[in-house]
């Protein structure tokens, strides 16, 4: 029994591990500090800690540093998922478990709130601090993206306009300069002396 709850502690792990590297790794092509870092350096020094010398070869991943960017934070994600997906069987419930659990499973009950159950369960390995961090995380990651895409759109839309103005001078130079040199071929072809 204590297999099976250390198996699924680490499905748990995983689960965060992936989505929040699916989040840092997004985010670290934005050069500014927007301050949920260190949420995510302290999930993963705790998970970090939670499977090292157990499931890992203890020191061979090193615990984030302080100050870590998005980046860094994806790479270190990743390696610890990998490393977690090479050592574990992944799946140690067997088909008959797996058929037996669906069959028991009520009829009525909605997507959602398997979800939200599963999201219970991931939550509640970690204490109500950490699962506060991780919400605020998420939002903190929503309203960055926001901000980023409205300013990448006005910066944008800022050029667009910029190069329709550019396109109507051209057009003007270009319609005033063919006046002018049709005024001076004429001008030219009057000039010329004519053969008798």
């Known amino acids: 029994m204590n297999k099976k709850n250390d198996l699924n502690n680490i499905r748990q792990y995983k689960y965060i591990l992936k989505t929040t590297q699916r989040s840092a790794s997004k985010l670290s092509s934005i050069s500014a500090r927007i301050g949920s870092e260190e949420q995510c350096i302290q ?11 157990q499931q ?5 991943l090193e615990p984030l540093d302080e100050g870590a960017t998005y980046g860094e934070i994806s790479i270190a994600y990743s390696q610890l998922l990998l490393l977690l997906d090479e050592n ?4 140690p419930r067997d088909d008959g478990e797996q058929k037996e659990e669906y069959r028991n499973k009520p009829k009525d009950q909605s997507e959602k709130h398997d979800f939200l159950c599963k999201l219970k369960n991931v939550l509640d390995v970690f204490d109500d601090e950490f699962q506060e961090s991780v919400l605020d995380i998420g939002k903190a990651t929503q309203d960055t993206i926001s901000q980023f895409i409205k300013t990448k759109l006005a910066d944008q839309l800022g050029r667009f306009a910029t190069e329709i103005k550019n396109v109507e001078e051209q057009f003007r130079e270009k319609s005033s300069s063919t006046t002018n040199q049709e005024k001076v071929s004429k001008i030219v072809v009057e000039d ?4 008798p």
Do not use: C, M, R, Y
């Not at 999930?43 to 010398?53: E, S």
């Not at 890992?56 to 061979?60: A, F, M, P, Q, W």
């Open 56 to 60: 890992i070869v203890s020191g061979l």
């Open 192 to 195: 010329e002396p004519t053969n």
């Open 43 to 53: 999930q993963f020094n705790k998970i970090l800690k939670a499977v090292g010398g």
């Open 88 to 91: 574990l069987d992944d799946n």
